[in-house]
Antibody, heavy 121, light 111 residues
Framework: QVHLQESGPGLVKPSQTLYVTCTVS??????????WSWIRQSPGKGLEWIGY???????YYNPFLKSRISMSMDTSKNQFSLRLTSVTAADTAVYYC?????????????WGQGTLVTVSS | QSVLTQPPSVSAAPGQKVTISCSGS????????VSWYQQLPGTAPKLLIY???QRPSGIPDRFSGSKSGTSATLDITGLHTGDEADYYC????????????FGTGTKVTVL
């Protein structure tokens, strides 16, 4: 059974860069059939899809965040990561990683437990 | 940013049925598969329904999904107190945002 686990800094200062990592166990990020995704949820709010990375290195980012996002993958560690630059308080959220089925996702499963990142000075 | 509209809340007594609607457009629900997610308090979302009406293994048949035109529906029958959660629909938006979009979310309360 595939399990995803996020790790992050907890606190980031405004204008700095947020970096969170997802470690996959019970499966391989090199599996070509899946797309490894990031989704966030601001406190008390709904879900926002951030984007995904495929093991080939292909990525697709939410157009609303595209200018500040980059994603990477380390197959040797079975991990993938999200980098978000120039953060503001609006980027305070729980960041989830999840596995998607397609380049045009139709579902996300499973999800990690999430990591809360707070942007504050 | 959400382009999918859900009622903020629905409620019913134990054993009863609730229906959650998810309203979109031809650029999203109308031409793409819908999935549904359950988020219990303090936990990560969990896939409940995919491809409009398919249940992953382990999801009881009390949960069912359907789609018609530009709207989708999640039905929960035989309501349990353990079903109290937030529920989100989601689908790909092919033209407005050209990204995956989630619904606004619905809080289910068991009276």
């Amino acid at each position: 059974q595939v399990h995803l686990q996020e790790s992050g800094p907890g606190l980031v200062k405004p204008s700095q860069t947020l970096y969170v990592t997802c470690t996959v166990s019970g499966g391989s990020v090199s599996s070509g059939e899946y797309y490894w995704s990031w989704i966030r949820q601001s406190p008390g709010k709904g879900l926002e899809w951030i984007g995904y990375i495929h093991y080939t290195g292909g990525t697709y980012y939410n157009p609303f965040l595209k200018s500040r996002i980059s994603m990477s993958m380390d197959t040797s560690k079975n991990q993938f990561s999200l980098r978000l630059t120039s953060v503001t308080a609006a980027d305070t959220a729980v960041y989830y990683c999840a596995r998607a089925d397609n380049w045009k996702p139709t579902w996300f499963d499973p999800w990690g437990q999430g990591t809360l990142v707070t942007v504050s000075s | 940013q959400s382009v999918l509209t859900q009622p903020p809340s629905v409620s019913a007594a134990p054993g009863q049925k609730v229906t959650i609607s998810c309203s979109g457009s031809s650029s999203d629900i109308g031409n793409n598969y819908v999935s549904w997610y359950q988020q219990l308090p303090g936990t990560a979302p969990k896939l409940l329904i995919y491809d409009n009406n398919q249940r992953p293994s382990g999801i009881p048949d009390r949960f069912s999904g359907s789609k018609s035109g530009t709207s989708a529906t999640l039905d929960i029958t035989g309501l349990h107190t353990g079903d109290e959660a937030d529920y989100y629909c989601g689908t790909w938006d092919s033209s407005r945002t050209i990204s995956y979009v989630f619904g606004t979310g619905t809080k289910v309360t068991v009276l």
